[in-house]
C-alpha cells in the first residue's frame, strides 16, 4: 500500500499536473514534502496515523505543528477529511486508473463511488467547508492543488446526491428525455430540462455564486451550485499555473462549462440549465 508521501506525488503525476514538471527542477509544488525542523517528527507521526487510518491521531499530530507549518497542516487535515468522506487520494487514484478518457470520466468514475456513501446537503457542506479552508492555504500551488481535489470531489458529490435509487449517476438523472436530448449547439430542447423526479434544480441557474463567500451551499442541489464549483476548478487550474498542455481533461471541463454564460443569448433560467446539461452531456461527466 502507498504511503501518503507517495500519493501526494502519485496525484498530480497520473493527472498530468504542473507538479510533474516542477519536480525535476527541485522547486516544486510538493517541495513542503521534505520540509527540516523539529515540526518534521509531528509531520512524520502525523502522515503514519493518517496511513494507518487512524484519523483523530492523525488529527492530533498536525494539530501540533507550529505556525511554520501553517500551510502543510490546513492542506493534510483537508485530504483527510477527504479521505473520511470516501474520496482520498487512494479513490483519486482508482478513479484516474480506472475512468474513461472523455473530459467527464473522473468525474462521474468519482460521482458513482459517492453515490454509495451517504450523498446529500451534511456532506457536501463538510467538502464546501474544505474549499473554505483551502482557500485560507498561503502558497498558490499548493492551493490550487488542494482546492482542484476538493473542486473535482464537491462536482462529483452534487451529481451522487441527484443519482437516484440505482446511485448510478446517468443522462435521465439530468434530462427528462436524454436520449433525444443530443444538442450541444445550447439551444432550448425540452428533452434536456430537469427531469420531473430529481436532477439538478435549475432555479436560480444563472446566478453567480461566491462559495468561499458563501459558506455554505443549502438546498436542492442545483445547476448554479456545479456552476460555482467550476469556477472554483477553473480558479484552482490557474494558480496550478495552468496554461494548457497539462491536465487537459479538467480544463476542459472547466472552460467548457464556465464558458456557458458567455453563450451569445444565454440569458435565461432555463435556456442556461439546458446549455449546462447538454454541455455536461458533451464532456462525457454522465454515461
Ligand atoms: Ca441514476
Given at each position: 500500500m502507498k504511503t501518503l508521501k507517495q500519493k501526494l506525488l502519485l496525484i498530480p503525476v497520473l493527472l498530468s499536473l504542473p507538479a510533474l514538471g516542477a519536480l525535476s527542477s527541485g522547486c516544486n509544488l510538493l517541495g513542503w514534502l521534505d520540509s527540516p525542523g523539529t515540526d518534521e517528527a509531528r509531520l512524520s507521526a502525523a502522515r503514519g496515523c493518517f496511513d494507518a487510518g487512524d484519523f483523530e491521531c492523525a488529527r492530533t499530530h498536525y494539530e501540533a505543528l507550529s505556525s511554520d507549518y501553517e500551510?502543510?497542516?490546513?492542506?493534510?487535515?483537508?485530504?483527510?477529511?477527504?479521505?473520511?468522506?470516501?474520496?482520498?487520494?487512494?479513490?483519486?487514484?482508482?478513479?484516474?486508473?480506472?475512468?474513461?478518457?472523455?473530459?467527464?470520466?473522473?468525474?462521474?468514475?468519482?460521482?458513482?463511488?459517492?453515490?454509495?456513501?451517504?450523498?446529500?446537503?451534511?456532506?457536501?457542506?463538510?467538502?464546501?467547508?474544505?474549499?473554505?479552508?483551502?482557500?485560507?492555504?498561503?502558497?498558490?500551488?499548493?492551493?490550487?492543488?488542494?482546492?482542484?481535489?476538493?473542486?473535482?470531489?464537491?462536482?462529483?458529490?452534487?451529481?451522487?446526491?441527484?443519482?437516484?435509487?440505482?446511485?448510478?449517476?446517468?443522462?435521465?438523472?439530468?434530462?427528462?428525455?436524454?436520449?433525444?436530448?443530443?444538442?450541444?449547439?445550447?439551444?432550448?430542447?425540452?428533452?434536456?430540462?430537469?427531469p420531473t423526479n430529481g436532477g439538478l434544480s435549475t432555479e436560480g441557474a444563472t446566478a453567480t455564486l461566491d462559495?468561499?463567500?458563501?459558506?455554505?451551499?443549502?438546498?436542492?442541489?442545483?445547476?448554479?451550485?456545479?456552476n460555482a464549483?467550476?469556477?472554483?476548478?477553473?480558479?484552482?487550474?490557474?494558480?496550478?499555473?495552468?496554461?494548457?498542455?497539462?491536465?487537459?481533461?479538467?480544463?476542459?471541463?472547466?472552460?467548457?462549462?464556465?464558458?456557458v454564460s458567455d453563450i451569445p443569448g444565454v440569458n435565461t433560467e432555463e435556456l442556461f440549465a439546458q446549455c449546462f446539461v447538454q454541455t455536461m452531456f458533451s464532456l462525457g461527466i454522465v454515461e
Open positions: 500551510d502543510i497542516r490546513t492542506a493534510e487535515l483537508i485530504y483527510l477529511t477527504l479521505e473520511e468522506e470516501g474520496a482520498g487520494f487512494g479513490t483519486f487514484l482508482k478513479t484516474i486508473i480506472g475512468g474513461g478518457t472523455s473530459p467527464g470520466a473522473l468525474v462521474n468514475t468519482l460521482a458513482n463511488e459517492l453515490a454509495l456513501l451517504e450523498p446529500g446537503e451534511a456532506k457536501r457542506n463538510r467538502l464546501v467547508s474544505a474549499l473554505v479552508q483551502a482557500d485560507g492555504i498561503s502558497t498558490a500551488g499548493l492551493r490550487g492543488f488542494t482546492r482542484f481535489l476538493v473542486s473535482m470531489t464537491l462536482f462529483a458529490e452534487l451529481l451522487a446526491e441527484i443519482s437516484g435509487d440505482d446511485t448510478i449517476i446517468d443522462a435521465s438523472d439530468l434530462a427528462s428525455s436524454p436520449e433525444s436530448c443530443a444538442s450541444s449547439d445550447c439551444v432550448l430542447d425540452s428533452d434536456c430540462s430537469q462559495i468561499i463567500a458563501m459558506e455554505t451551499l443549502d438546498g436542492e442541489a442545483s445547476i448554479a451550485m456545479v464549483v467550476i469556477a472554483q476548478l477553473n480558479a484552482s487550474l490557474t494558480e496550478m499555473g495552468a496554461s494548457g498542455g497539462y491536465s487537459e481533461n479538467s480544463s476542459a471541463i472547466a472552460d467548457e462549462l464556465g464558458a
